[in-house]
């Protein structure tokens, strides 16, 4: 780990001495325009954000009024089922000049603690303020090509992020579940075109602002557009994430991700997208124990499609299957075991308000592996009315306002 540490601190000095060279060859204009008045150079503040609220409907009426299944972890942010319910609430404020970004983009209510649940409990007793920051990082932009990112930032891999009004889904994938969420540390971006750039970083570990070990990990994405309207992101993280023995020796449990995303813009009203990744770990990680020994994986696929009938009315869909059999992840069944699930999402946009307002009416079905044994009658992933887990599979209602500012 040490090695491929140096060797991506080496990457980052050949990137940044090639953006140095970059620009000196341009030094003169450079020099003629700072005799100017500096008013172009001059900071700008941006402000920003959004709020939401949803009612989500359970169509088995689970007694308990969930929608989380046996293991807990069926949803990620819609886990209430039969109320209405506060989402998240975004300020992002942003200062800015030609040459420095500073962002703080903070986080508030049930979906921000649940997204952010590495930094809630810190070294104040009770919690601590970290659990509001979303991202809080200072990007330095030293050339046209290359800039440098330090701090906490959202994570490279996947496909959907956390803000409600990027997705077009508001039910969040399994793929989304399983994470990463987001990083802290230092990446560096080099820019060969604008339609190819390579990204590699140094970070802490996954989800969490404090590092449980002395390993760091290694992030890296590689962004190509081999035509126009169509983008793909080769992403990847590599990590020792184990926490140390009881005698407080290092301890290897490596942990990866790696994932493709990629978008094409097939014609001014149809879309489609499409997400896979794999993972793997070895022992622990992050509270989930191993169903065995040696290394445990994970994977999963997903397909999106949306379609704008109107510059105010679409329709999206999404279907998507993870596997985590080895139950290296914390999707599991009523045996507390690994399982498989697929899922179907069907999604409508409604814009109103002069844009601002996102109406987001949806429905969902998630349909699980059966588990074995003798006993599968009363031992299946969802509950009943009665309060039985007689159900393999359930569908929900959904219906999401968001206004973004």
């Not at 819609?78 to 319910?85: E, L, P, T, V």
């Not at 921000?112 to 990007?139: E, F, R, W």
Request: net charge neutral; charged share 15%; glycine share 12%.
């Amino acid at each position: 780990m040490k090695k491929t540490v140096l060797l991506v601190c080496c990457s980052f000095s050949i990137l940044l001495s090639k953006a140095q060279d970059a620009t000196t060859t341009t030094s003169k204009p450079q020099e003629v325009a700072a005799t100017e008045p500096e008013a172009e150079n001059k900071g700008k503040f941006s402000f920003s954000g959004y709020i939401d609220s949803f009612y989500s409907g359970n169509l088995n009426n689970p007694l308990s009024r969930s929608n989380l299944g046996a293991a807990g972890t069926a949803r990620v942010f819609d886990q209430r089922a039969g109320q209405i319910s506060l989402g998240l609430i975004q300020t992002k404020i942003g200062y800015s000049t030609d040459k420095v970004d500073a962002v703080l983009d903070l986080t508030f209510g049930p979906n921000a603690d649940l997204g952010n649940y590495g930094n809630v409990i810190g070294p104040v007793s009770g919690g601590t303020s970290l659990a509001a920051i979303k991202q809080a990082y200072i990007n330095w932009k030293t050339s046209d090509k290359f800039s440098i990112m330090v701090g906490q930032f959202g994570t490279h891999i996947g496909y959907e992020v956390i803000d409600a009004p990027v997705n077009y889904n508001y039910s969040l994938s399994n793929l989304f579940n399983n994470g990463p969420f987001y990083h802290t540390g230092i990446k560096g971006t080099y820019a060969f075109s604008d339609k190819a750039s390579l990204m590699l970083g140094i970070v802490n570990n996954v989800d969490s602002w404090r590092d449980n070990n002395k390993a760091k990990g290694i992030i890296g994405q590689l962004f190509f557009a081999p035509v126009s309207g169509w983008n793909v992101y080769l992403n990847g993280i590599v990590s020792n994430e184990a926490n140390p023995d009881s005698t407080g020796k290092a301890v290897k449990g490596m942990y990866s991700v790696f994932d493709l995303t990629t978008t094409y813009q097939i014609t001014e009203k149809f879309y489609l997208g499409l997400n896979a990744a794999i993972g793997s770990q070895k022992e622990d990680f992050q509270g989930y124990a191993p169903v065995k020994t040696g290394t445990s994986t994970w994977s999963g696929v997903a397909v999106y499609t949306n379609y704008a009938f109107t510059g105010k009315f679409g329709l999206g869909a999404r279907y998507e299957y993870f596997d985590n059999k080895d139950g290296a992840r914390g999707l599991r069944n009523f045996n507390g075991e690994g399982t498989s699930v697929n899922s179907i999402t069907i999604t409508g946009n409604i814009t109103a308000a002069d844009g601002n307002l996102l109406i987001k009416p949806e429905f969902r079905l998630d349909s699980y592996a059966k588990p074995g044994g003798s006993n599968t009658a009363e031992s299946q992933q969802f509950e009943d009315s009665d309060g039985a887990y007689t159900k393999s599979s359930q569908s929900t209602l959904g219906l999401a306002f968001i206004y973004k500012f």
